[in-house]
């Protein structure tokens, strides 16, 4: 097993998945991710310092934190879009694209606002990995069509390389955030 491999087997015994839906837990999800946009220049000020939208109070949401030892390390938002709730970011941006196939009766998963707390970031490379993992259940789990996701160019290679990822289109922008989103 190569070390990266040995590191993630290790977070997965440290850390605690717990679904946040009201309370204190969506509220440090809602400031983990503002903290982490906000300090990758992703995006503007908000006096608020919490990130979170209408989307994270649809019926298909499933929001996510990553504990360790008790602590929010990490945090992602799920939702699952069918053609009775296709509500997700993604149709927000390129629901062009994805209409006509919810209209056949395909279905998505949509992961959005990975955030990994950004004072960890350099000790846990694994976390963003621990934390997608339930992306992939959530596939399974729904038996979805498909994983998409709208993410920075920079990330696309690591998409590719994990999830076997591929671009559907040009990129895009998606309000607040202040670079080009690719699908």
Known sequence: MSSFARNIMDLLDRIEYRRCDTGEDLEAVFRLRYEAFHAHGLLDTIVEQ??????????????FGVFMEGELVSTVRLHHLTRDIPEAPTMTVFGDRLLPRLARSETFIDPSRLAVDPKL???????PYVTLRLAVIANTFFDATACISMIREEHT???????????????????????????
């Not at 979170?52 to 949401?61: A, G, S």
């Not at 970031?121 to 976390?127: D, E, F, N």
């Not at 998409?159 to 990129?171: A, D, L």
């Open 50 to 63: 919490k990130l979170v939208d209408r989307l994270d109070e649809t019926p298909n949401c499933y929001c």
């Open 121 to 127: 970031t350099p000790a846990m490379r694994g976390l």
């Open 157 to 183: 290679a690591f998409y590719n390389r994990i999830f076997g990822s591929v671009q559907v289109g040009e990129p895009r922008l998606y309000p607040p955030f202040t670079m080009p989103i690719y699908f």
